[in-house]
């Protein structure tokens, strides 16, 4: 099989999975024992880095499926701080252009897509051992932003243009990219650590969503090892 070539999430292969930093991948480890066949990268802040760092990568091990993963924040009513988002879509909120009439996306730009689909089996599989481990889980879209939510009127608009949004994290869109464009299925989980929404950084539990993400990935050994 040629380098970078997709197979199937249940064929042989190596699993890569992509974080922001450093503490996001430790967490992960320490939840994955530092076992094979997982591949964790800390690939770097923001959807530029996150695929050009996750597309090297494929260009040099073939794997049988890719995971965005690491900390967020939770549109409130809909994921709270301290559970699990699992992504069913990675959008890519801020990438269109602005207008006197509003927020024109991508899409209605004619210029591509702003949303990749996560692979619908591995994303379910994933969902219901979260759940049956007793660990708080919600699925929905992640949104991919370059410059994370600080306002209210900003989290209501994103809110707004995608309505069943769960979180928004830097890299899944990013990763995501770099997946499909290799063939290989792609997943994305974040840990919300905050509410979308005004910046107070006395709120946010930065600790406890690394703490959560151990958790994911002692998981997401047992269901992709």
Do not use: H
């Amino acid at each position: 099989m040629s380098q970078g070539a997709g197979v199937s999430v249940d064929g042989v292969g190596d699993v890569l999975i992509v974080t922001a930093v450093e503490v996001e991948r430790n967490a992960l480890l320490r939840g994955l024992r530092d076992e094979s066949p997982f591949d964790v990268l800390a690939g770097g802040v923001g959807p530029a880095a996150a695929a050009a760092s996750a597309a090297v990568r494929m260009t040099r091990r073939s794997y049988r499926l890719v995971i965005c993963a690491g900390i967020g924040g939770g549109f409130p009513g809909r994921a709270e701080v301290g559970s699990l988002v699992v992504a069913d879509e990675a959008v890519a909120a801020d990438l269109g252009a602005e207008t006197p009439e509003g927020f024109l996306t991508l899409d209605e730009l004619g210029f591509g897509s702003t949303r990749i689909r996560t692979d619908e089996g591995s994303s379910a599989r994933l969902a219901k051992a979260l759940q049956e481990a007793g660990l708080p889980v919600v699925v929905g879209p992640v949104l991919t932003v370059s410059s994370v939510t600080g306002t209210a009127a900003t989290a209501e608009e994103r809110a707004r243009r995608v309505p069943a949004a769960a979180a928004e994290a830097m890299e899944g869109y990013g990763v995501g990219v770099a997946a499909q464009n290799a063939g290989v299925p792609f997943l994305e989980i974040r840990a919300v650590s905050n509410p979308v929404g005004p910046r107070d950084r006395g709120a946010w539990k930065i600790g406890e969503a690394l703490e959560r993400l151990t958790e994911a990935g002692t998981i997401i050994r047992e269901v992709f090892g």
